[in-house]
């Protein structure tokens, strides 16, 4: 089985700060939710889960390796 690349997964590339990386996960995680393929079909709503698992795969793979996020002034 060929190992997972995190990065490529993310659609990073390997040098992207932890601000970066943190915004494509949410956003893939949004983007790959299931309950919005549902209308579409069960086939769809697999291959949603199938790519969500590999962003959180991705994720946990990293992210002992990011920095806390940067606060935010208020």
Do not use: N, S, Y
């Not at 997964?9 to 932890?18: E, Q, S, T």
Request: avoid cysteine; hydrophobic fraction near 40%; charged fraction near 35%.
């Amino acid at each position: 089985r060929e190992e997972l690349d995190p990065f490529k997964v993310l659609g990073l590339p390997p040098h992207a700060d932890a601000d970066t990386v943190r915004a494509a996960v949410a956003r893939l995680r949004e983007q790959f939710r299931a309950d919005k393929f549902t209308h579409i079909g069960a086939e769809f709503v697999e291959l949603a889960a199938t790519r969500r698992a590999e962003v959180e795969r991705a994720w946990e793979m990293i992210k002992g390796e990011m920095p806390e996020p940067t606060p935010q002034p208020e």
